[in-house]
């Protein structure tokens, strides 16, 4: 009998992916399989190209991988917000090394001095920030709460998500009636969980007013749960809570530091990787009483702050007015004096703080990374630069743009993981003039 175009095929997965797919190979070329793992023989459905790859469903595991675990969600394979969960944790470690050790050298044709060890997370409940969508579905009769599903534009279907922060880990379930049973369920496309060390909030975003009965329903569950209810109407700046609401912060204790923010503002999302990052960041720059320092990207003051603690003074540079406006408020709220915030597109060149001479330059950029001020740094000579970088393909191009300095040499790398059982990097790197300049 022959076999259907549709029927399972035997594989062997011989790699991952960056982005935590297996790579198994049909007829010469290679094809990516998530959910399966190197060393393992699967049975597997090819699909079709999408994005000119060849992608398969996974059928079946013949011979499992002995870093094959259960994946504790239940709605893992099909959630999009993890895709490492079935991958045993020291060996998601291991894989996310070899990524940041790839990228460096594959596109950035740069290597360290030394990569140092690994930066473990705790595995579960760490989310304080998530972005999660929100679909009411006529079929069901309902509304979905929940991630994206994987390499889909639908909303899985969750009561629970044990890598959010409590409540929302287990309440997905209970919120997602109560949108239901609001007459906004139609128009309210996304929720936000926002965690801080005291109070916890959700924003629920409302193209439409809703109703007293509505507002009413919703400020019962946060009571129930314990979180302050936002309704945001339009941009981040419209979120408006329902009735009272306690303040958002977290407080990194080894600089005396306490940092407020808004339920909207970009936070890292893991707090505990977040205080281990500061502490190292602030010992690989190490500085001294009369340093001059310029903290791009600086957020809420998330690395600026501690820094101020020991050096003579921080610029910090941020693009979003919002965030530079609360750092100001949490240099002053506490007795920071020597931190100033400035609110400039660092996608743009010519600015001329970078044409002026710094000690220390600090450098946490977005995804696309920082093309533009790297491109322009080598007028500020600073003694060291420290770079965090959350996608380790736009860290090897600026790496490799920063080398160009002969300079400078690229001393230490390593990994945290921010974002423990999914695929995404983060890496801290530091540069540092060499004696002889």
Sequence with gaps: MTARRDDPVEAGIRDLTHDGRGVAELDGQPVFVAGALPNERVMLRPKGRRRRVTEAELHSVLEPSPDRVEPRCRYFGRCGGCSLQHLHY?????????????ALRRVGGVEPEQWLDPVP????????????????????????????????????????????????????????????????????????????????????????APTAADSAGFRSFGERHGLDVYLQSAGPGTATPLGEAGTLS??????????????????????????????????????EPGDRVLDLYCGLGNFSLPLARHAGSVLGVEGDAGLVARAARNAERNGIGNANFLAADLAQRGWSFLKESWDLVILDPPRTGAEAVVAELAAASPRRIVYVSCHPATLARDARAILEDSRYRLRTARVFDMFAHTHHVEVMTCFELSARS
Aim: proline letters at 5%; a neutral charge; glycine letters at 4%.
């Design 90 to 102: 020291e060996a998601q470690l291991r894989f996310k090394q070899r990524s940041a050790e790839e």
């Design 121 to 208: 997370s705790r595995h579960w409940n760490y989310r304080r920030r998530a972005r999660l969508s929100a679909r009411y579905v006529h079929g069901k009769a309902r509304t979905l709460v929940g991630f994206r599903e994987r390499a889909t534009t639908y909303v899985t279907d969750m009561a629970s998500c044990p890598v959010l922060a409590p409540p929302l880990d287990s309440a997905l379930g209970e919120l997602s009636e109560i949108v239901t049973s609001s007459s906004v369920k139609a128009r309210l496309p996304q929720v936000e969980l926002a965690v801080g060390d005291e109070n916890r909030a959700i924003v629920l975003r409302v193209l439409d």
């Design 250 to 287: 977290y407080a990194l204790p080894d600089f005396d530091v306490e940092l407020e923010f808004a339920p909207t503002d970009f936070v890292q999302i893991n707090a505990g990787i977040n205080a281990q990052m500061v502490a190292e960041l602030v010992a690989a720059a190490a500085p």
